[in-house]
């Protein structure tokens, strides 16, 4: 049973372009967490997402971003004419449950890692 | 805000050494913790969890945590290290309320470096 997929584990993009950052969940899992890690910092929780279903993006920025988690396929975090400031490491998360949380089959993947130059 | 502070940045230990990672938060309502690890070019890993009973929790690999309600405090031990446990450790807090328990707040890293 596979993790938490996401990739590309690393992505550069320049100032103004579009970046796509894929999560696969883990096989079961109807629940995908995306988390932010900036550099020196611990991870920020950014968005939840249920198949088709946005339950909880207080913790993305107003503009630029985005995230999606269709009937079929990976959940998508999109970032829009990037910036320096978005430079660091995003983590999806998965979980069977929405208590995410508290469950015990919450699990991360290995996260990708964005650089904007 | 609710907030998790990990007081040391790095701690280096030699090997075989005891070893104690701090955590804090910032509120004392009902909480969940949790302690997670993360080694080179890998995703977090839940090492243990507090959400109720005994405020001693055993988790993977040796380690364990107390929870202390009155210092707020959820701080990491192992009596002894090896070197693979050389790597990032994350406090991490679900605060019970609001229906909002499936979201995390974490600390900012303990780099543990296990040396011979």
């Known amino acids: 049973n596979a993790g938490v997929m996401q990739n590309p584990r690393h992505l550069v993009r320049r100032r103004g372009q579009e970046a796509r950052l894929r999560c696969s969940p883990m096989k079961g899992h109807s629940h995908v967490y995306w988390y932010r890690q900036l550099p020196e910092e611990g991870l920020k929780f950014m968005v939840y997402?249920?198949?088709?279903?946005?339950?909880?993006e207080s913790g993305m920025p107003k503009e630029r971003f985005s995230a999606e988690f269709p009937k079929e396929g990976p959940s998508i975090l999109r970032i829009q004419q990037v910036v320096r400031g978005d430079s660091a490491a995003y983590f999806c998360?998965?979980?069977?449950?929405?208590?995410?949380?508290?469950?015990?089959?919450?699990?991360f993947g290995s996260g990708t890692q964005l650089s904007v130059l | 805000a609710q907030s998790v502070t990990q007081l040391d940045s790095q701690v280096p230990v030699f090997e075989e050494a005891p070893v104690e990672l701090r955590c804090n938060y910032s509120?004392?309502?009902?909480?969940?913790l949790f302690w997670y690890v993360q080694y080179p070019n890998q995703g977090l890993q839940l090492l243990l969890k507090?959400?109720?009973?005994?405020?001693l929790v055993k988790g993977i690999n040796g380690f364990e945590a107390e929870f202390n309600k009155s210092q707020t405090s959820f701080h990491l031990r192992k009596p002894s290290v090896h070197i693979s446990d050389t790597a990032e450790y994350f406090c991490a807090v679900s605060w019970n309320s609001g229906g909002s328990n499936y979201k995390l707040t974490f600390g900012k890293g303990t780099l543990l470096t296990v040396n011979p």
């Open positions: 507090y959400l109720s009973g005994s405020t």
């Open positions: 998360a998965s979980s069977p449950q929405g208590n995410g949380a508290t469950n015990e089959k919450l699990f």
């Open positions: 509120s004392s309502v009902s909480v969940y």
């Open positions: 997402l249920q198949k088709e279903n946005i339950i909880d």
